[in-house]
């Protein structure tokens, strides 16, 4: 085999369907139009994710939510409606995402600014491993018992950390508090007995999202294709096994393992 038969698109093709790259399913497909990225933390951004910059084509292969961009220092961005998280790691086997708030990482004892807010369009769930934080920032009057975020406290204004659902229940703090925010950590890096004292440490490892297959792109993948995009024409597109690009989900073509 020489290497001219090596780089044509059909070859490439098979040499893929006899060393399938992980599985075998229709997310494990490489392609030329759906390449694999690395900001330079180490994260692969691959599909359904793909790489979100300013100088690309009207067109993209991945989920149309799910496109990343990377920062001056090598880390992957997701925006999302509520803020901009910094990706630390994407597990393409349990299809989960970790992300962290970009604002609170340089400071040494963060406030968060923004509820977390996942838009219901968006095919990302909050995961079972993650826990909420209601914040009460600036309070007025409160009661002297509770231990308040002793590195929040300005005057008389003191600030409070709670386990969602846990304040207490004989004070207003909507009320006394200047502002309420809920933050989400990841659970097993709570410190439950010191929590006004160690909550930074675990905004800054972040949390945990669950994302899945995108409806509309069901029926390109269940055609072995990957999902995508074309902004200039406004219509989803489907990137087939034999290379070619489809706007009809790649019906035509089997979903049989390809042989040539
Ligand atoms: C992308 O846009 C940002 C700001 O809009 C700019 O700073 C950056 O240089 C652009 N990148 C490229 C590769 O053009
Ligand atoms: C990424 O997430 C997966 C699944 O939760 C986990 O097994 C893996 O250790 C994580 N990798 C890093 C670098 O945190
Ligand atoms: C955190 O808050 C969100 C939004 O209210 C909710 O959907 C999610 O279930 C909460 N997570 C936990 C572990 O309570
Ligand atoms: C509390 O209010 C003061 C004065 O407005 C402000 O400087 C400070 O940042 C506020 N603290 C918090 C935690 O919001
Ligand atoms: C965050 O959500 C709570 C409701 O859970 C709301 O009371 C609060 O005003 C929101 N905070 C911000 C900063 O939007
Ligand atoms: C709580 O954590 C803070 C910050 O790490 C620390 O200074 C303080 O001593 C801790 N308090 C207790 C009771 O462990």
């Known amino acids: 085999m020489n290497f001219t038969a090596m780089a044509h698109p059909l070859v490439f093709l098979l040499v893929l369907s006899i060393f399938p790259i992980a599985s075998g399913t229709a997310a494990s497909l490489s392609s030329p139009y759906c390449p694999t990225y690395d900001c330079g933390n180490g994260v692969q951004i691959r599909y359904p994710f793909w790489r979100l910059d300013n100088t690309t084509s009207t067109q993209f292969c991945g989920y ?112 006394n508090c200047e502002e309420k925010v809920v933050a989400t950590v990841m659970e097993e890096e709570i410190s439950i007995a010191n929590l006004s004292g160690e909550f930074g440490g675990a905004m800054k490892k972040g949390f945990i999202l669950d994302w899945q297959s995108v409806r509309d792109c069901g029926e390109c993948e269940a055609h072995d294709g990957l999902c995508g995009y074309n902004n200039a024409q406004g219509e989803g597109l489907c990137f087939c096994k034999d290379g070619s690009i489809s706007r009809d989900n790649c019906k035509g073509m089997s979903s049989l393992p390809f042989i040539n």
């Not at 349990?94 to 406030?111: A, G, H, K, S």
């Not at 975020?149 to 004989?170: P, R, W």
Request: aromatic share 14%; proline share 4%.
């Open 64 to 175: 149309r939510d799910f496109g990343l961009t990377c920062s001056d220092s090598g880390e992957p961005i997701l925006s999302l409606p509520s803020d901009s998280y910094y990706v630390k790691n994407i597990s393409y086997e349990e299809y989960t995402l970790t992300l962290v708030d970009i604002d609170i990482l340089d400071q040494p004892c963060p406030r968060a600014r923004h509820n977390l807010t996942i838009n219901a369009t968006l095919p990302l769930y909050y995961s079972s491993l993650d826990l909420n934080l209601t914040f009460y920032f600036n309070c007025t009057s409160t009661s002297s018992v509770l231990q308040h975020i002793q590195c929040l406290a300005s005057y008389a204004m003191k600030s409070y950390v709670f386990i969602v659902g846990e304040e207490t229940d004989n004070f207003d703090w909507l009320a």
